[in-house]
């Protein structure tokens, strides 16, 4: 089924749950996107405070995305990347599906920074990505946040004429 980040963002966890682990071939996304935070999981480890705080200041009161042209996260603004890391189609460490899974030891952040970080995304489309965002943990206690990512106008490949909304 062919979503929206709207309707998406309408959706309980359980249903994010069966969108995310839906079966559909997994490539590596490219374009500058858009993020916006669905929802936080129920779980231990999403109720932890410091990875909370951290994650409601990152992921809630500023505008966010990924562009995977240089695969950074950028916050505010598209010019203001950070958090360098390496895309591989992998099993996803907390759902039974494949996934973008985002691993970060090729970033320049601090050392112990790099081990914490951990996000994966499931392309929905060439334009919508469903993410879920964490940290470098196992189930229940990594997985943290429902995000989606929508490519911005102009900078998906450069043979694609069609835009996103």
């Known amino acids: 089924m062919s979503y929206t980040a709207d309707e998406l963002q309408r959706l309980s966890i359980d249903e994010l749950d069966g969108v995310f682990c839906e079966p559909e071939s997994v490539e590596l996304p490219y374009g500058c996107f858009s993020g916006r935070t669905i929802c ?17 200041v990152g992921f809630e ?36 599906t494949e996934v973008v899974a985002l691993h970060y030891n090729v970033s320049r952040l601090p050392r ?23 940290i470098n943990r196992e189930l229940g206690m990594g ?9 911005l106008k102009g900078t998906g490949r450069p043979d694609d004429t069609a835009h996103a909304p």
């Open 112 to 134: 112990p920074m790099r081990k914490f970080l951990y996000d994966e995304v499931k392309p929905l489309s060439d334009r919508l990505l469903l993410g879920l965002g964490g």
């Open 61 to 96: 009161l500023a505008p966010y995305g990924i562009d995977f042209r240089s695969n950074r996260w950028f916050f505010v603004s598209s010019a203001l990347q950070a958090g360098r890391f390496a895309p591989r189609v992998s099993r996803s460490r907390w759902r039974p």
């Open 143 to 151: 997985d943290h946040f429902y995000f989606t990512l929508e490519l």
């Open 40 to 56: 936080r999981l129920r779980n231990r480890g999403a109720k932890l405070p410091l990875p909370r705080f951290l994650e409601f």
